[in-house]
């Protein structure tokens, strides 16, 4: 994998489902891999970063895993509220480049 | 309370009109960057700043300019705008590049006609 490719595009789910995302990104190199919340009209605003492999996160509902090895993360939200609805973009650092490559992201939309 | 500052919010241009960006973090963040976010497309970077006076080229640095003069601010020149630099705009500070988060600033709806 040369970029970072995030799945699925879209998600719509019910108030109350758990769901989960996934990002794959460059193996080699690795240095750090983030995710970010990006509501509408607002600016992204970080959830993750995570640099071990096998590092696994949580902040309330929402967690993610690493596997830098095969390189691959999810992000896990368990019971999904409206509040949730926004786009979750992961962006992989590898260490020869200076700089973070972002996913497109996924757009999570919760409804009642 | 700690923040990055961006300005203007909205702006409409016209091709060939010089105009700033600006971008300034009370955070005394090291590493600062531009990215700019299109339809379809990820967050590509412009360019970033490890530090005061050193400034590199992100993925798509063409039609633009950064300086970093001082820790705080970093503001985007684009000299002589197109209507393909329509897009929306970040400014990103961080303590160091890399493994640490991101915080980004509210943003930059631009457009060239």
């Not at chain 1, 995710?35 to 492999?53: D, G, I, Q």
């Not at chain 2, 960057?33 to 798509?60: A, F, H």
């Not at chain 2, 063409?62 to 705080?72: C, D, L, P, Q, T």
Request: glycine share 8%.
């Amino acid at each position: 994998i040369l970029n970072v490719e995030q799945s699925p595009q879209s998600l719509h789910v019910q108030e109350g489902d758990s769901t989960n995302f996934t990002c794959s990104f460059p193996s080699s190199n690795f240095y750090a891999l983030h995710w970010y919340r990006w509501e509408t009209a607002k600016s992204p605003e970080a959830l993750f970063v995570m640099t071990l492999n096998g590092d696994e996160k949580k902040k309330g509902r929402i967690s993610a895993t690493l596997n830098t090895k095969e390189g691959y993360s999810y992000l896990y939200i368990k019971g999904s509220q409206p509040e949730d609805s926004a786009t979750y973009l992961c962006a992989s650092h590898t260490g020869t480049a200076s700089k973070l490559t972002f996913g497109t992201g996924t757009r999570l939309q919760v409804t009642l | 309370e700690a923040q990055v500052t961006q300005n203007p919010r909205y702006l409409i241009t016209v091709t060939g009109k010089k105009l700033t960006v600006t971008c300034s973090q009370n955070m005394n963040h090291e590493y600062m960057s531009w990215y700019r976010q299109d339809p379809g497309l990820g967050l590509r970077q412009i360019y970033y700043s490890m530090n005061v006076e050193v400034t590199d080229k992100g993925d798509v640095p063409e039609g633009y300019k950064v300086s970093r003069k001082e820790k705080r601010n970093f503001p985007l020149i684009l000299e002589s705008p197109s209507p393909n630099q329509t897009s929306l705009y970040f400014c990103a500070s961080s303590f160091s590049q890399g493994n640490e988060k991101l915080f980004f600033g509210s943003g930059t709806q631009l457009s060239v006609l």
